[in-house]
């Protein structure tokens, strides 16, 4: 049997050739992920704890029975965040909703590099320009919003944003700064009224 000490030393892709003849082992990767991928769920969707928890429970079990189909050459942070992402469309599907983001559990430096993405670093009350910031990036088409999410929140590369969307790096590229674009217009058309 593996320990947590062990297990905490071996790369994913050991942990997933292990849990082939140990399925309990396959918990250590959910250890290793869930905190993030509850992130992430809440970042792309803003639903409570309860409901990332259940998109989450499901995400874990289809990885567990697809773990077959986990191509090594890959990154299994990838292939995870894949899983989530679709799993939290489904989500969303069955009870048409569409999804939105939520900066509660944000530390100052990602939303700065959103911030600062979206050209809004001078803005001088912090608060105020967090909540615009939210505003707008709920504006923007999903297509988009994962993109700047993946890339600025989750402080993934162009790769690997390519990778978990399934994408060519370009068209990653082209959509972050199509966001970028759109952004600008939302908050300007969302600008406070400042006399000259």
């Known amino acids: ?32 992920y869930e905190d993030r991928l509850a992130r992430f769920v809440r970042r792309i969707s803003a639903v409570s704890a309860e409901d990332a928890e259940d998109i989450l429970q499901e995400a874990f079990l289809k990885m567990y029975t697809h773990l077959h189909s986990y191509d090594p050459h890959w990154e299994f942070s990838s292939w995870a965040y894949r899983i989530v992402r679709h799993e939290t469309i489904s989500a969303f599907r069955k009870r048409q909703a569409r999804p939105c983001v939520t900066f509660a559990d944000l530390g100052d430096e990602a ?17 105020l320009g967090r909540e615009r910031l939210e505003r707008a990036l709920n504006k923007l088409d999903v297509k988009y ?27 990653v590229a082209t959509r972050i700064n199509r966001a970028k674009k ?15």
């Open 1 to 32: 049997m593996l320990t947590e000490a062990d297990a905490r030393a071996k790369s994913d892709r050991e942990l997933i050739a292990l849990s082939a003849r140990e399925p309990e082992v396959f918990l250590y990767l959910v250890r290793r």
């Open 111 to 127: 939303v700065s590099r959103l911030a600062s993405f979206a050209d809004m670093a001078a803005e001088t009350d912090q608060t």
């Open 145 to 171: 919003r994962e993109a700047v999410v993946l890339k600025f929140l989750e402080d993934k590369t162009y790769d690997e944003i390519a990778d978990i969307l399934k994408l060519p790096p370009g068209t």
């Open 182 to 196: 759109k952004l600008a217009g939302i908050l300007r058309l969302t600008a406070p009224y400042v006399r000259s």
